[in-house]
């Protein structure tokens, strides 16, 4: 949000940005110094922590989302009516993220045009969006079997979609309510943003524009600026050892903010790492301290680091994480090969993306046993592979990886996709077309 928030504003000089944050949101980010370098027209405003702690979100996240959805609407709409005194209400956007279900008809009852923020890949929304086209699957076909079938032949441009994604996305019967929900109002709003580009998943927005009643404005890679070196690490421990290591030599490990991997998966993950015998550098959270002496002179377990400059060090020569949407674009805008394991939702279509579509890495779930686990055989086996510049997979991952780079740098630049997609949006904007009208209500 902060991300697409910095390039609206550096778009047009025009624009002031009110971020709507929680109480405990803004002492997080006044925590890492966000507050002081926004720029002057960006803007944090609070509500009540009326939702659970982030610390603890991803111990019930329907049950985190559902508190999103019936405690934070009321408290947003108050803010929205003291900013309406503040400036012209016709002067008013609302960018709110596709799942908070309250934003359309908050907007709507004050004539205040609403545009989604969709923050996960297009191919996934394309999924969602066409729910009621999904098959039925049952119980008949194995996992395996569904596995190899795609929803490409019920929805064009869903290749990296399984059958045996819609059988485990259905049986999360609170999540898929509220996505229901969020996708019954998406078509009311006035128009959706994609932190995707047009490059990366041509074939979903070809049919998004086609299906969707209002205009989509891909305007990603929406991530901070990427370096073009590491020479900007500012963790002098993190620059020192990355910088010890020979280019392209080691593996950065991380499993994102929140998701959690039970001890006896982080155990097999750790041995085999080592096994390897690949340098790694391991982001592991509150497990950190526990790894490093296991970590021996192989690799460094550190709490947090700034990825995507570690991503742009020389030394990174692949990525083994979660697949999480953020850590994709930037793992695509390093230009760095990744070794998929998804854990839960759009990381599974993800890291078929990564694996089969875009072919820049390979999918670890492919390897997972009966009871889910992947072996230290197995994620030794993989890191060797991904590591390995003198194999033709090795080679053909690392063309496509520096390929797609090149293509999320394009897009942003004057004249490239993203950038005319954007200027076409605020232009949108200006002239007044995401217009509010009763059918919105």
Not at 70 to 88: I, N
Not at 178 to 207: D, H, M, Y
Not at 297 to 308: I, K, S
Not at 412 to 438: A, C, M, N, Y
Request: glycine letters at 6%; one cysteine or more.
């Amino acid at each position: 949000m902060l991300a697409v928030c910095r390039l609206l504003a550096a778009a047009d000089s025009a624009l002031t940005v009110t971020i709507v944050v929680t109480e405990e949101w803004h002492g997080l980010l006044a925590s890492d110094g966000v507050p002081p370098t926004l720029p002057d027209r960006i803007r944090l405003a609070t509500i009540p922590n009326v939702i659970p702690s982030e610390h603890c979100r991803w111990a019930d996240m329907a049950g985190f989302y559902e508190a999103v959805r019936d405690k934070m609407g009321e408290h947003v709409e108050r803010l929205l009516d003291r900013l309406a005194l503040e400036r012209r209400p016709e002067s008013l956007v609302i960018v709110a993220d596709t799942f908070l279900t309250w934003a359309v008809p908050a907007g709507a009852r004050r004539g205040v045009p609403v545009c989604s923020l969709w923050t996960q890949p297009a191919t996934f929304f394309l999924a969602l969006y066409h729910m009621d086209l999904w098959p039925p699957v049952n119980g008949q076909e194995s996992d395996q079997e569904l596995s190899t079938k795609s929803l490409e032949q019920y929805v064009p441009g869903l290749s990296s979609v399984r059958l045996s994604d819609l059988k485990l996305f259905s049986a999360m019967e609170r999540a898929m309510k509220i996505v229901a929900e969020a996708f019954a109002n998406l078509g009311k709003a006035q128009c959706v943003l994609f932190t995707s580009f047009l490059e990366l998943e041509p074939r979903a927005f070809n049919t998004i524009t086609e299906s969707l009643p209002c205009p989509a404005y891909p305007i990603g890679p929406s991530i901070a600026r990427m370096p073009l070196n590491g020479d900007k690490i500012g963790d002098e421990e993190h620059r020192v050892w990355l910088d010890g290591q020979p280019e392209n030599s080691v593996l950065y490990v991380s499993f994102g903010s929140y998701v959690s991997m039970p001890p006896s998966q982080l155990e097999e993950l750790a041995a085999g790492l080592l096994d390897s015998g690949v340098m790694f550098f391991w982001v592991a959270r509150d497990k950190a301290a526990g790894l490093r002496q296991a970590c021996g002179d192989r690799g460094l377990a550190v709490p947090w680091c700034e990825q995507l400059e570690v991503l742009c060090h020389p030394s990174v020569g692949g990525f083994l994480s979660h697949c999480g949407w953020n850590s994709v674009l930037e793992a695509v805008c390093a230009g760095v090969p990744m070794l998929a394991f998804p854990v839960v939702w759009d990381q599974l279509v993800n890291a078929r993306m990564v694996a089969d579509e875009w072919k820049v890495g390979m999918d670890l779930t492919r390897q997972r046993s009966d009871d889910g686990t992947v072996s230290r055989a197995a994620i030794s086996a993989a890191v060797t592979k991904l590591m390995d510049f003198d194999s033709g997979v090795g080679r053909e991952m690392r063309t496509r990886a520096a390929e797609l780079r090149e293509d999320s740098r394009r897009a942003v630049q004057e004249g490239g996709s993203s950038h005319r997609s954007l200027t076409s949006f605020l232009q949108d904007l200006v002239e007044g077309k995401p217009e509010v009208t009763e059918t919105s209500l």
